[in-house]
């Protein structure tokens, strides 16, 4: 039985009892050809298509030849069903070189059969070979069935605290506007 690095099985499908997953999916680097439903995917999970954005991250992460940059795909039965975008980041907020998993989906249909982890696993292996050892990643705090992946992955909170402000007129800063 394959586990997660945390030590847990790598999919609810091997618990007994379970229903048996879909097809285990490969992973493999993103194609052109892939677009459509990666574009499909998201807007099925997300609610929103987003065709622009993920052309322009094809060209910069899928097209790219750099090692720091990843753009990997799952494929089961001959179909898209999964895919995970990252880079190694170079001394953010003074830390050393580490890669960012920045976007990781599954296909509803292709869930609890170890594809998630198998694009995890794939992504920090070549994180690993770009020379770093460590992974990030940031999420919405609300986003409890990817918060709860990662988790069973063995990722746990950071060292850093994410703040954030509107940029609009009237940001409720004490002397917003103003100059310093």
């Known amino acids: 039985m394959t586990v997660t690095r945390a030590g847990r099985p790598a999919s609810n499908a091997t618990r007994a009892g379970a229903p048996p997953g879909p097809v285990a999916a490969a992973v493999r680097p993103v194609r052109r050809g892939d677009l459509e439903p990666i574009v499909a995917l998201d807007a099925r999970v997300t609610g929103l298509e987003k065709r622009d954005y993920w052309a322009a991250l094809y060209r910069r992460y899928g097209a790219s030849l750099r090692a720091e940059r990843q753009f990997l795909v799952a494929e ?54 770009a020379g770093v050892s460590k992974v990030r990643t940031m999420l919405s705090r609300d986003n409890n069935l990817v918060l709860s992946f990662f988790r069973s992955q063995g990722m746990m909170t950071g060292p850093f605290i994410p703040l954030e402000m509107d940029l609009d007129a009237g940001d409720g800063r004490p002397d917003a506007g103003t100059a310093r």
């Open 76 to 129: 089961a039965g001959g179909r898209v069903v999964g895919f995970v975008i990252g880079e190694v980041r170079d001394w953010e907020f003074g830390a050393p070189p580490c890669g960012w998993v920045f976007a990781i989906d599954v296909h509803p249909e292709a869930r609890l059969a170890g594809t998630g982890t198998r694009l995890l696993d794939a992504i920090c292996a070549g994180f690993r070979r």
